[in-house]
């Protein structure tokens, strides 16, 4: 199951140096949770035809509402710069395979809108 959102920031407040770097790696060191992060990772680059560089965070979130599922994943990547997509699967990391991530003819419904409701992502 996937939530599709929306919002265009500056590239400022997402660098792209920033993205790769180790500050956003995972508090979980679990060899098995870094190898799901980076399929996840991978899977989103391949699905969505991203070039090497372009800047793609996987995250692992838990949610406190009401009906949420205790731990789900969330995916973002950038594209010209300041153009973010987002999705959530509701699902941990570890148990997403390719067919969670939506499909190519969805890139544009995940472009993300300021205001939306998920700016944690």
Avoid: Y
């Amino acid at each position: 199951m996937v939530l599709m959102g929306a919002e265009t920031k500056p590239a400022a407040r997402c660098p792209t140096a920033v993205l790769r770097s180790t500050m956003l790696r995972s508090f979980d060191k679990r060899p098995e949770h870094l190898q799901a992060l980076d399929r996840v990772r991978e899977w989103t680059r391949a699905r969505f035809k991203l070039t090497q560089d372009a800047p793609i965070l996987v995250s692992e979130v838990a949610c406190g509402l009401p009906g949420c599922p205790p731990l789900e994943t969330v995916v973002a990547f950038w594209i010209d710069g300041d153009t973010r997509h987002h999705f959530k699967v509701f699902k941990r990391v570890e148990e997403v395979v390719p067919d969670d991530l939506p499909p190519i003819w969805l890139k544009n419904a995940l472009i993300a809108v300021e205001g939306e409701g998920l700016e944690c992502c």
